[in-house]
């Protein structure tokens, strides 16, 4: 009885295995990175796909089309392609900026409805247009596949908390959240290299500025507790009193000193303190490590420990007051300050265009507290 199940079960393994659609690697094309733009009336995309050929270590190949949606391009592509296009592999989305700033929704809905493509693929701006960045890169030397090289370049950075998570998952959930929006990684192609100039600042779907690397530093901090993190600040000479030790030599005139920060630890703690002014606190704790300082200052000193950890707590609420200002401006809200006041007065309260017409009004009482663990070296 036993061996007529098991040649039962075998036989149908070997019935169903036929029914499925074989598509061996060599006749595939696999997609790792596309990007669309606006151009005129049309939408173009253009993808990076691998050509697996055990002969050539590299062989990846640009195509770009131009049609009316996301499903036509595909077919153009498949139409210039010699492989079968499939985007199981598919890593990256790039959209251009000017396409960004019409908004994106449609295009990423669609890729999240691909059961192909996996929630964990990033999505990027390109300052320009997404043809020349993708372009650019496959001309480049250094760079052999512009997915791959794009996704190791956002993931490095992510584990090393100089960026925030880009993912599909991540930007979808921000985008059905009423009280935050998202934000993507803006790409940049200079010096014959890719980098990440900084952050693309969405509302709902529509790009409505910018903020840089710096920046984007201090958004990080007041969304997720560091856990390592890294930073140069500069700091004015006048704030730390009488503790610069004098030289002998010529002095530097600079105003500013700076100083690096690394395995910095940080928490965060936002609460709105009166829902009719709409008042909020923000209280940030950072213990860090100084790496390195460039004035020949007196560490040794407790005093001046302090003197030096007060002068970057005031950098730090400066920096902060100043950002959040900029996104109320624009009109963003990648914190998410909607959802600690939904939170407060309850959803039967809240709305999205209510919070809309209150959020540029809100007032921030921010307060850092800095404690330095070890000091580095001095330059």
Not at 351 to 369: C, H, L, M
Request: hydrophobic share 35%.
């Amino acid at each position: 009885m036993k061996q007529f199940k098991l040649i039962s079960i075998l036989a149908c393994s070997i019935f169903l295995g036929g029914c499925l659609q074989q598509k061996p690697l060599e006749e595939l094309g696999l997609v790792t990175a596309m990007g669309y733009d606006k151009e005129d009336e049309l939408l173009r995309g253009t993808i990076v796909y691998y050509e697996f050929d055990p002969l050539h270590t590299n062989d990846s190949k640009m195509v770009s089309t131009l049609s009316n949606t996301s499903k036509g391009i595909r077919q153009k592509e498949n139409l210039s392609s010699s492989r079968k296009l499939v985007s199981g592999q598919l890593r990256i989305a790039i959209y251009g900026e000017e396409l960004a700033k019409e908004g994106i929704i449609a295009y990423i809905d669609t890729l999240s409805r691909d059961s192909e493509v996996g929630t964990m693929v990033y999505l990027s701006v390109a300052e320009n247009s997404a043809y020349e960045l993708i372009h650019n890169s496959q001309q480049s030397e250094e760079i052999t596949n512009v997915g791959t090289y794009l996704y190791d370049l956002i993931s490095q950075n992510v584990e090393a908390e100089s960026l925030v998570s880009p993912t599909l998952h991540e930007f979808m959930q921000c985008y059905y959240s009423e009280g935050r929006d998202p934000v993507l990684p803006l790409l940049d192609f200079s010096d014959d290299t890719l980098r990440i100039k900084g952050l693309a600042l969405f509302k709902d779907d529509k790009m409505q500025g910018s903020i840089d690397t710096d920046k984007s530093f201090y958004l990080k901090l007041l969304l997720d507790p560091y856990r390592a993190g890294t930073i140069e600040i500069s700091l004015p000479k006048n704030d730390m009193g009488n503790h610069i030790k004098k030289r002998e030599q010529v002095q530097n005139k600079a105003e500013n000193l700076f100083v690096s920060l690394d395995h910095l630890e940080s928490s965060v703690d936002i609460k709105l303190e009166d829902a009719k002014a709409n008042e909020y606190s923000i209280k940030v704790d950072v213990v860090t490590r100084m790496q390195e300082i460039s004035e020949d200052y007196d560490l040794g000193n407790p005093k001046a420990l302090i003197v030096l950890e007060k002068a970057i707590s005031k950098v730090m609420e400066r920096k902060m007051e100043k950002i959040i200002a900029e996104f109320q401006s624009l009109g963003v809200d990648p914190i998410g300050f909607g959802n600690y006041y939904r939170s407060k007065v309850g959803y039967e309260k809240f709305s999205r265009d209510k919070w809309q017409g209150i959020y540029p009004g809100a007032t921030f009482n921010i307060e850092v507290k800095t404690k330095i663990l070890r000091t580095g070296v001095m330059d």
